[in-house]
């Protein structure tokens, strides 16, 4: 049975984080005079910061999981959002939903399916249960190799171990679908404005993605689909 996973995330929230990256920028190694300084801070500096802090999205370690998307086998996708309950019940509730799925199959794990799902998805999920002090269930992969029964990542399976491609270019290459207006990058901004619904209906509409591909995969493989 196929797990299809998909993890939205967001910057650092903690002020003290961002006050220490804010710290981290400073003007190029050019420019020296405190009045040239002083103009480099007020017009360069604010979006420098904003940027790096952006990029923490991306680092297990400071960002965090806002969107957990997810579908077993052929049943519609589900979500959960870490609006009222926060980033630690979040991902607790969603590891209650598979593992209960789980033990209803008397233990048979499910491989996990997504799109850089094994150097993101999995990875970053182990890394905020580790900051958050998550008891992880056992059956959930830690440390799984892209040709390994535990998962199935859709960009390995077209791009290679190094290679590299994005949902939206394979949807297209496919002549699925895209993401639209709306990408990951956007998922901090979108948060910061509140607007949850669309998150959680992107988040939704990637794991379907990544079905529908994983589908078109398995039929070229000559597998069943």
Known sequence: ?????????????????????????????NISKAETIAVWEADKKPALVKEAIAKTALDG???????????????????????????????????GETERYVQARHGHAPSIVGHNVVNFDIRFLWQRAIVL????????????????????????AFAGVRGMVSLDKLCEALGLEGKGDIDGSMIGDLWAAGEIERITEYCKADVERARTIHRRMLIAFGEAA
């Open 1 to 29: 049975m196929s797990l299809y996973l998909d993890i939205e995330t967001i910057p650092t929230q903690s002020a003290t984080i961002r006050e220490k990256i804010a710290a981290t920028v400073t003007p190029p190694g």
């Open 61 to 95: 370690a400071y960002g965090q999981v806002c969107c957990i998307g997810w579908a077993f086998g052929a049943e519609p996708a589900q979500a959960l959002v870490a609006k009222d309950i926060g980033e630690r019940d979040l991902i607790e509730q969603f590891l």
């Open 133 to 156: 002090g998550i008891r992880m269930p056992g059956w959930f992969p830690r440390d799984p190799k892209p040709w390994g029964y535990e998962t199935f990542d859709t960009m390995t």
